[in-house]
Structure formats: structure tokens, C-alpha cells
T-cell receptor, first 112, second 118 residues
Framework: RKEVEQDPGPFNVPEGATVAFNCTYSNSASQSFFWYRQDCRKEPKLLMSVYSSGNEDGRFTAQLNRASQYISLLIRDSKLSDSATYLCVVNTGKAAGNKLTFGGGTRVLVKP | DGGITQSPKYLFRKEGQNVTLSCEQNLNHDAMYWYRQDPGQGLRLIYY???????QKGDIAEGYSVSREKKESFPLTVTSAQKNPTAFYLC?????????????????FGEGSRLTVL
């Protein structure tokens, strides 16, 4: 089983719709979680950190479910500019060398 | 402006040649990382360094080497032992969150280096 897994998609989303997708992680000792956005042939950029209580940043909402070991990202009122690959990143904890492990990414295509 | 600079952006090499990718940061970050990304895939960790003069292997270190003689610099050498070196290489740095070295925060990436081995 991969340490961090994502549905590769693509998720085809009509403009204005809501889309949500998850990321599962295998190491229960994982301490911190992030969502990054990567545009085609560019470097990833931090979208948001994921806090235990869940957090929201404008149209984006991130949730953490420790019991089931997954995080989620929800995008409301999708814009064409939201088309990108969304990478889930997990800090696997001190015992595992404090590595940041990336999921394979979920591709989102927002269409008019 | 502060940031991470990778060079070269594009590099072509013949099979069997060693190649060194440069990564320099002026963000005063302690931790630096090298990732490899293949088409349609996520990032895989090659090497990382939490502090000067120390580094650890990531998940796919075979065929690669690094050094961390200065805080600002973390060069990656792709050796001839690396079986499939053609890829997009990304360097990143981060600063500990809350002052604790064990708790990395946001990763700042360079623009990447695309290596093609002919």
C-alpha cells in the first residue's frame, strides 16, 4: 500500500459546481497535512494546510479524519482557473525521519 | 526577492554522463529537499537535509548524490548509476514551524530542472 494515495482523476467539473476529493495516508503517526496545487509543467505551490478542526480559505475547505486516515479538499463555485492537479502532502512524523510524502495528485478540469 | 533558484532549467545529457543540478535559496531555511516527478505522477523524495553538513536518503536515493556544505546550497548529482534519469527535478526548502525542527511547514519550490538523457 502506498503511504499517500489519491484518485488521479480527472474530475471534470462544470464551472460553478462543487467538487470534493480525498487523500488517504497509511501512517497513523502522521502529524501534519497539506494541499498543494500544481499547474501543468510548473512547480507545486501551497494551497492550504489542513488542521485537525478543519479549515476554510475562501472557496476551499480542507478536512482531516484521523480515525479513517484521510484528508479531503472541497472546492465550491469552481472557476476555470481552478483547473490544476491537487497534491496531498503528509508529514510522516519524527519516527519516520520527518519526511514529507506526496500523493500522486488529483487532476481537476473545470469546464464552461 | 527571496526564493529558490534551480539551474539549469533544461538539460540534455548522453547516457553514462554524470550531471549536477544546482539549487540555491536565500530564504534562510534550514531544510532542503530534492524531489523527482515523472509524467502524470506525484513527487518522490530523493534526498533531504534538515541542517548544514547533514542529509538523509529519501525513497529513491539510488543513483543520486548530494552535499550540504552551505545552508544556501543543496546540489544534486545524477550519476550514471541512475537507471532512468529522465525526469523533472524539483528542489524545495522549508522552515520549521513553531521553532521545532521536527515540524516542517510550507515547502517552497524552485521552478524545476528538466533533465533528458539521450
Amino acid at each position: 500500500r502506498k503511504e499517500v494515495e489519491q484518485d488521479p482523476g480527472p474530475f471534470n467539473v462544470p464551472e460553478g459546481a462543487t467538487v470534493a476529493f480525498n487523500c488517504t495516508y497509511s501512517n497513523s503517526a502522521s502529524q501534519s497535512f497539506f494541499w498543494y496545487r500544481q499547474d501543468c509543467r510548473k512547480e507545486p505551490k501551497l494551497l492550504m494546510s489542513v488542521y485537525s478542526s478543519g479549515n476554510e480559505d475562501g472557496r476551499f475547505t480542507a478536512q482531516l479524519n484521523r480515525a479513517s486516515q484521510y484528508i479531503s479538499l472541497l472546492i465550491r463555485d469552481s472557476k476555470l482557473s481552478d483547473s490544476a492537479t491537487y497534491l496531498c502532502v503528509v508529514n510522516t512524523g519524527k519516527a519516520a525521519g520527518n519526511k514529507l510524502t506526496f500523493g500522486g495528485g488529483t487532476r481537476v478540469l473545470v469546464k464552461p | 526577492d527571496g526564493g529558490i533558484t534551480q539551474s539549469p532549467k533544461y538539460l540534455f545529457r548522453k547516457e553514462g554522463q554524470n550531471v549536477t543540478l544546482s539549487c540555491e535559496q536565500n530564504l534562510n531555511h534550514d531544510a532542503m529537499y530534492w524531489y523527482r516527478q515523472d509524467p502524470g505522477q506525484g513527487l518522490r523524495l530523493i534526498y533531504y537535509s534538515q541542517i548544514v553538513n547533514d542529509f538523509q536518503k529519501g525513497d529513491i536515493a539510488e543513483g543520486y548524490s548530494v552535499s550540504r556544505e552551505k545552508k544556501e546550497s543543496f546540489p544534486l548529482t545524477v550519476t550514471s548509476a541512475q537507471k532512468n534519469p529522465t525526469a523533472f527535478y524539483l528542489c524545495a526548502s522549508s522552515t520549521p514551524r513553531g521553532g521545532e525542527p521536527s515540524n516542517t511547514g510550507e515547502l517552497f519550490f524552485g521552478e524545476g530542472s528538466r533533465l533528458t538523457v539521450l
